[in-house]
């Protein structure tokens, strides 16, 4: 059976007593549940630190929001794999529709980060989703292709087999519209049939494959409950614990 998972994205959201805040809230409504999914939650770099030390003896693993893909060196603002480690970070989100668009991440770069991440131990939630322009011109399946393929060309059998896909829509994020479990599940589908192709049925039913998109406690369980829907990543509603937890329990 494939691992499944609820992510949080708290993108550029809550200083140090705002996340101490939140975390412990959503640790305490966690204890004691019997929890049928693994969690994690992606917080600010600024946060890590402090946030694994609150994590300790959880079952709540910590990820990053994104990571350069050199080890070190001259390399202004960013962030390595080896310093996201050191804070205790099992995860890192690459290719985040808001670092494509607004960062201007090209399929190149994440593919560099992807095999960085994996060559330092570090699982990536690698994110791929289509614009509304794209979906309204048919070009859905293009891209989704296009994006999944550049992102794990460098990528071993062993390696690719580690990954975690994101599938989000950008017309989905933050918007309150989310995709129907219908549409996200033909997606999802999509995907696993392009990881069929690439390597093996084997790869393609291992791969955990998220839904993120306007994911809230009200439609989480139609989604959830789709074959090839694996979990979710989650940007609004993870950041009140109550609404993620609710998520988590869907
Ligand atoms: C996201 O940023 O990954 C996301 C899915 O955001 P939201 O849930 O707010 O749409």
């Known amino acids: ?58 079952k709540v693993e910590l990820g990053a929001q994104n990571m350069h893909f050199e080890e070190k060196g001259a390399f202004t603002g960013e962030i390595s794999s080896d310093m996201l480690k050191s804070v205790g970070c099992k995860y890192v989100i690459l290719g985040h529709s808001e670092r494509r668009t607004i960062f201007g991440e090209t399929d190149e770069l994440i593919s560099k980060k992807i095999k960085k991440a994996l060559t330092s131990d570090l699982t990536p939630i690698f994110c791929i989703g289509e614009s509304l322009e794209q979906r309204e011109n048919g070009t859905t399946n293009d891209v989704i292709k296009r994006q999944v393929l550049e992102g794990i060309k460098d990528l071993t059998e062993e390696e690719v087999n580690k990954i975690i896909i994101a599938y989000e829509p950008i017309w989905a994020i933050g918007t309150g519209k989310t995709a129907t479990p219908e549409q996200a599940q033909e997606v999802h589908k999509f995907i696993r049939s392009i990881l069929t192709e690439t390597f093996s049925e084997t790869v393609s039913e291992k791969i955990p494959i998220l839904y993120g998109g306007s994911v809230k406690p009200n439609n989480a369980e139609d989604l959830l409950a789709k074959e090839d829907i694996d979990g979710a990543l989650v940007g609004g509603a993870c950041l009140e614990a109550e609404s993620f937890i609710s998520i988590i329990k869907a």
Do not use: Y
Request: net charge positive.
């Open 1 to 58: 059976m494939r691992r499944r998972i609820i992510a949080g994205n708290w993108k550029m959201h809550n200083n140090i007593s705002e996340s101490q805040n939140l975390v412990s809230k959503l640790v305490s409504g966690l204890t004691n549940q019997n929890l049928i999914r693994e969690v994690i939650i992606c917080p600010p770099f600024t946060s890590l630190c402090e946030i694994s030390n609150l994590l300790k003896d959880t």
